[in-house]
């Protein structure tokens, strides 16, 4: 397990379309978060699981965002019909308990 | 509300000189401030970080530098090299919360010619 893996890397879809992430993480690691990067921007939270709790969503996760732990193991995001302002980079992260991500390479999301 | 506020937004220097990041905060509750560095096409890599208790830490080229009272931190890469060529974060974290959630800045794009 050499770092925390994410699936698609790029991902292009028309408005209207719903997509689907994964985020395969450190196994060892409890905590998983997930971020989102537009460009020119630092990453902005988004949510994070405990296990398989998911224990906090930002008010950037609109009703049409999702994610899931099931099993306190890989983890998914989905966004519900997408627009365009969705586009941006999904960041997913691990890491034991206490401070010291990880993170993955990311999902580049374009909206067209 | 930007809680961490980083400058400049972007940076040149020269090899072997030293590039100096700055960011400053808002919030009183966060007690942990990390470095990351994140290369095109590829997530944020966890550099160097620094809590409150101390004014500076150092590994190898990088060295943090805090001022508690001024709610201010800064990155200092001695010797730069071309390859330290990247966009680096600074952030910040309520360590006593029990989430760790980071609050990131903007972003500094360094550039190192050679």
């Known amino acids: 397990d050499t770092g925390v893996s994410q699936n698609p890397r790029h991902k292009i879809t028309k408005r209207g379309q719903n997509v689907t992430f994964r985020c395969d993480p450190i196994?060892?690691?409890?905590?998983l978060y997930w971020y989102r990067q537009t460009l020119g921007q630092g990453p902005e939270f988004l949510t994070y699981f405990q296990n398989e709790a998911q224990l906090e969503k930002s008010r950037l996760l609109s009703d049409r965002f999702s994610a899931e732990r099931p099993k306190g193991s890989f983890s998914t995001l989905e966004i519900q019909r997408t627009e365009q302002g969705d586009s941006a980079m999904y960041l997913c992260?691990?890491?034991?308990?206490?401070?010291?991500?990880?993170f993955g390479s990311g999902t580049r999301l374009t909206v067209v | 509300q930007q809680q961490v506020k980083q400058s400049p937004q972007s940076l040149i220097v020269q090899k072997g000189g030293i590039s100096i990041i700055n960011c400053a905060y808002e919030n009183t509750a966060f007690d942990y401030f990390p470095w990351y560095q994140q290369f095109p096409g590829k997530g944020p890599a966890l550099l160097i970080a620094i809590r409150p208790d101390v004014s500076e830490k150092k590994e190898g080229r990088f060295t943090i530098s805090f001022n508690k009272s001024a709610k201010q931190f800064s990155l200092h890469i001695m010797d730069s090299q071309p390859g330290d060529s990247a966009t680096y974060f600074c952030a910040a974290s309520f360590d006593g919360g029990s989430n760790y959630k980071l609050t990131f800045g903007k972003g500094t794009l360094l550039t190192v010619n050679p």
């Open positions: 992260a691990s890491s034991p308990a206490g401070v010291g991500y990880t």
């Open positions: 196994s060892e690691h409890n905590r």
